[in-house]
């Protein structure tokens, strides 16, 4: 059986247990006069967790990466005056040692570290027996075991004060998002893990400032528990994520219009229409297991008469006529595909199971 997570509240000194958690802050710690700069306006629109970046991974080598230990006096000056709490990323046992020295509040895990369970167990390690609350993002590619699999890392080190980021998976396509949303694996995260808190980061999602709004609504209609933003006080001359940066105030602007979700599972009418939908999902299945009957009896037919199984010209035809109908029905053209394509495979398979038959 697989592990069971433990999972305690983040329980944060000073901080409304109440949706969104935000947690704000620039991508990097630059220079002093810049983190200063920014948390004072972050504490000023009442934002309670200050992030910044000590150690920056970076794709390539030759950029800025990071301001290290140099960083750490100026978030704890941030806390001292402010009263903010401090959240930086962690990669390796160092990092975790000397932000624990320096009063940093809350860890995270980056999405390169998430995706190596080597540099994991390590961290997991160094966390033996520490209380402290660790947010651990998603694996950069859409691997939802590793992700578990880092949270369970930790949880057996003792670490139950935990929490999932949402920032996105890397993909080839990224004509709109920095890192392809992939919503459908956050929630099955949160279906196999009830009470696991999991933060969206839009930032990194994005890439760009003008979808931080959008992608943080969809986030709290999908009912998370918080957000990481990044926020500088001169976004356009941030050393690292310029583009995806807001200042202060427009983090305010787009805090404030966010529309916040009830978290109530079930209303009567909700009942209902859930009812319904399950009715048709029976419905599918039954029509489903007819039309694999016949598939099945097409192939019996084709082995009688000695016919390949996959006829290429028919199934050119299915895919073309389900699309036009799909798209008389406002679906899209790419869902109404896929569909097509899996039913076709299962067909596939099924006959081959009649041709191979002795
Ligand atoms: C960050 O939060 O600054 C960061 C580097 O994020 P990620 O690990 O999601 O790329
Ligand atoms: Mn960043």
Known sequence: MEQELQIKP??????????????AGPCSAETEEQVMETAKQLHSVGIKIFRAGIWK?????????????????????????????????????????QALQYGIDILWIGARTTANPFSMQALADALQGVDVPVLVKNPVNPDIELWVGALMRLNSAGVQRIAAVH????????????????????????????????????????????????????????????????????PDCAWSDAKQQVLPDVLDFILDRLVIRDNIESTESLN?????IDEIDNMIMDVLTKRMRISREIASYKKTHNMTVVQTGRYSEILEKRGAQGALCGM??????????????????????IMNKA
């Open 10 to 23: 983040l329980a944060l000194e000073g901080v409304e247990d109440k949706r969104p958690l935000v947690i």
């Open 57 to 97: 991974p970076r794709t390539k080598p030759g950029g800025f990466e990071g301001k290290g230990l140099e960083a750490l006096p100026w978030m704890k000056q941030v806390k001292q005056e402010t009263g903010m709490l401090t959240a930086c990323e962690v990669a390796t046992p160092e990092h975790i040692e």
């Open 167 to 234: 920032r996105g998976f890397s993909s080839v396509d990224q004509k709109i998002y920095r890192n392809a949303p992939m919503w459908h694996l956050p929630i099955e995260l949160a279906r196999r893990y009830p009470t696991l808190p999991i933060i969206c980061d839009p930032s990194h999602m994005g890439g760009r400032r003008d979808l931080i709004a959008p992608l943080s609504q969809q986030a709290m209609d999908m009912g998370f528990a918080g957000l990481m933003i990044e926020s500088h006080c001169n």
């Open 272 to 276: 209902a229409m859930r009812k319904q």
């Open 332 to 353: 899209s053209a790419g869902f109404v595909k896929n569909i097509y394509e899996q039913i076709h495979e299962e067909s596939v398979r099924q006959q081959m199971e």
